[in-house]
């Protein structure tokens, strides 16, 4: 089969060259399966011709033009619900050729190299309107390229790169789902810079030039072109990606940082107006050095990203179904079992439409037998998803999601009890626009009422979205979700004991939208050995594997890193009692009122 593809165009106050864009791009001899536009709060009719008459495109309009970063951060949001392989990236004024995108589906589709990875940015070659080679957007083959990387990239008519421009680029759906999408605060210039050379890092970028667009800019010329007050960006972006961005090497920005020198002097010597660009060039340096992009959240929630009416139009007004996800394994207690699964469907106020129940790998007779029980008498379909192997808690939980039918998945840990009104309560949150929706919970030891704590989780989104760097604001057992934001931000992933925090990060991080229920609905059990499990080599290892990942996703500075690193890292080496000490004095507050005044005992 061929690749599955996917479209995003970018579009803003160019409405007769985006019309000529989407026909070359509905013209091609591989046609995307989906093409998604965002619109960039066009004024010029761009919005209403949308609507009117392209009604087979997935529409995104924001109401703040937020650049091509954010625009396209947006775009490719939208884009992974549809499951592609590849992500294709295009300008308003870029008109692909009808072999575009198959010659870079091709290349992606035939590349052999070292083990068995593809390319994660495939680049067209792009000219202008006369048939010239365009110079801001032909990419330099990639400094130091090995002769097996020529090689391998040869074979199918390609050369090696190590940035690409978002004129036409087609990215791997995996290494976007692993690497995060664009800053959008990097608005303009370099984003596209700061964003491949993210994806290709360690991996493999292609310039196709089998692939070929026209770039219909205004002038034939280069970034050298004498910026004006633009250049606050050029500078403030530029320092963000030396100093924040995990694109580049240490190496490498050393190279690259000397380069940018040499252009920004280039620019200085051919600029009529140095005053204005010395100018824009004091506020770049303060803006970068002092402060860090936005999280994608919260540049695009300032652009109308919590109210896309076009695109969840039912959302405020109906019912929706929902799928309960559950994970068991050979370690879960058959009776436990019973008790979270008849709490959670049986006895919920509203019920799930459709349980997905997943063996994660070889069980116990007692187990099966009450897995097979359960499934038998439930009140609603029950998909029994079962796993040869243990693989782990979140390439199991990946797997149910690929068995829920319905966009909204509530999750539930095979071990907890759920208050009956649980969804009653959460999912009006998530039909009104949420994300992601979680709630307070009360922790229990032996049975419900031996209450032993409560951790309410923040409400707000601007306090979610300002601690989930530090902490996770979101108890895993309480989440309801939008399948589609999960499956943007990449799904779980197969980090031990962290899979959770890591996901809800990038979901975050993506954009997704965040509430949560202060009250508990989910009673928690802790039982012998609860802090013991909270630290530990095992969990520190995990915990640093995760700080080195929001690292790597640009997700925290170096600062907040090595912040995390020590308060995190310790907390899991530190003596359990003191530990437990810890936990009860800044996230579980004890009494066992709490418990009592939800259930009336």
């Not at 034939?220 to 090497?249: C, H, I, M, Q």
Request: charged share 25%; with cysteine; glycine share 8%.
């Amino acid at each position: 089969m061929s690749p599955r593809v996917v479209a995003v165009v970018v579009t803003w106050n160019r409405r007769d060259l985006l019309q000529e864009s989407l026909a070359a791009v509905a013209a091609q001899t591989a046609a995307p399966v989906a093409v998604v536009v965002v619109d960039n709060a066009s004024t010029d009719g761009t919005t209403e011709l949308l609507r009117e008459d392209y009604a087979d495109l997935e529409l995104v309009h924001l109401s703040r033009n937020t650049g091509g970063a954010g625009g396209f951060a947006a775009g490719m949001e939208r884009a992974l619900t549809f499951e592609p392989d590849l992500v294709w990236l295009l300008d308003d004024d870029t008109v692909p050729t009808p072999s575009a995108a198959a010659a870079l589906a091709s290349a992606w589709e035939r590349f052999v190299g070292g083990h068995g990875q593809r390319p994660s940015v495939l680049a067209s070659k792009v000219v202008w309107t006369d048939g010239r080679d365009h110079p801001m957007n032909t990419p330099r083959t990639k400094p130091g390229a090995s002769a097996a990387e020529r090689r391998a990239a040869a074979a199918v008519g390609a050369t090696p790169i190590r940035s690409a421009s978002f004129v036409s680029i087609m990215c791997d759906a995996a290494a976007i789902a692993e690497r995060g999408l664009p800053v959008a605060d990097y608005f303009l210039w370099n984003d596209d810079f700061e964003y491949s050379t993210r994806l290709i890092r360690d991996r493999v970028g292609l310039y196709c030039p089998d692939s070929v667009v026209v770039h219909k800019t205004r002038v034939f010329g280069s970034t050298d072109a004498d910026p004006g007050e633009r250049f606050f960006y050029e500078v403030r972006n530029k320092l963000w990606l030396f100093t924040r961005s995990a694109g580049l090497s240490p190496l490498e920005k050393v190279v690259y940082g000397g380069s940018t020198l040499r252009r920004w002097a280039r620019t200085f010597a051919r600029s009529h107006d140095r005053k204005t660009l010395a100018v824009a060039m004091a506020k770049g340096v303060r803006a970068g050095l002092a402060s860090g992009p936005r999280p994608n959240g919260a540049v695009l929630g300032a652009a109308g990203w919590a109210a896309l009416d076009d695109v969840r139009p039912a959302q405020t007004r109906t019912e929706q179904p929902f799928s309960l996800l559950m994970a068991v394994y050979s370690g879960d207690d058959p009776a436990f079992l019973r008790q979270a699964f008849t709490s959670t469907v049986h006895e919920q106020t509203r019920r799930p439409d459709q349980v997905v129940l997943v063996q994660d790998g070889p069980v116990a007779e007692d187990l099966e037998a009450a897995i097979a029980d359960l499934a038998a008498t439930s009140p609603v379909p029950v998909q029994h998803v079962v796993m040869e192997h243990n693989v782990g808690l979140g390439p199991a939980l990946d797997r149910g999601l690929e068995t829920c039918a319905h966009e909204i998945v509530a999750r539930m840990d095979a071990d907890d009890v759920s208050f009956p009104d649980r969804f009653e309560r959460q999912l009006p949150l998530v039909e009104a626009g949420a994300d992601i929706v979680g709630s307070g919970l009360v922790e229990f030891g032996d049975a419900v009422d031996d209450v032993v704590g409560r951790r309410t989780p923040p409400t707000d989104p601007a306090d979610i979205r300002r601690v989930i760097r530090f902490r996770d604001p979101f108890n895993h057992p309480t989440i309801v979700y939008r399948k589609s934001a999960v499956l943007a931000a990449g799904g779980y992933t197969d980090m031990a004991l962290m899979e959770d925090y890591l996901l809800f990060t990038r979901m975050v991080e993506a954009g997704a939208r965040p509430a949560n229920v202060a009250d508990p609905l989910v009673y928690y059990r802790v039982g012998a050995g609860a802090y013991a499990r909270r630290g530990g080599t095992e969990l520190l290892r995990s915990e640093l594997a995760l700080q080195r990942r929001f690292r790597q996703l640009g997700i925290t500075t170096r600062g907040e890193y090595l912040r995390n690193v020590a308060v995190r890292g310790g907390y899991r080496l530190v003596p359990e009692a003191v530990r437990r000490t810890a936990y009860r004095a800044l996230i579980a507050n004890r009494g066992a009122r709490i418990g009592r005044s939800r259930t009336g005992r």
